[in-house]
């Protein structure tokens, strides 16, 4: 009441998603994100992979000593964190938390 009181208005009721979209996203770690989150939405969508395996340049780059540049916790999602051993990610620890995630949300199910 507050609030229509000082003039504004109140906000309307989100309407529920479409059901027919057709989405197609890559494999990566914004990619499983957005399955994940198409998933709770109850939208259909297929996830592609052109690698035998998730993960994008994760799963590319394969040189000793690869690691992030970026504080690891900002490669984990809100819902799915990490205990990770360092501030700065290795390649073999980012790489299994890449395939940690879509095992433990069924993406593999959704994954071309």
């Not at 939208?43 to 052109?50: A, T």
């Not at 809100?78 to 501030?87: K, V, Y």
Request: net charge negative.
């Amino acid at each position: 009441m507050l609030a229509e009181g000082m003039g504004f208005s109140p906000i309307p009721p989100k309407a529920a998603p479409p059901t027919d979209i057709d989405v197609t996203i890559g494999a990566g770690v914004s990619g499983m994100l957005a399955a994940i989150k198409l998933a709770e939405a109850g939208i259909e969508h297929v996830v592609l992979e052109k690698n035998q395996d998730v993960g994008g340049s994760w799963y590319e780059n394969t040189y000793r000593g690869a690691g992030a540049d970026t504080p690891s916790h900002l490669y984990s999602c809100s819902f799915a964190l990490r205990d990770w051993s360092t501030h700065f990610g290795k390649l073999d620890e980012a790489e299994q938390y890449l395939r940690d995630v879509p095992n433990t949300y069924d993406l593999r199910a959704v994954t071309r």
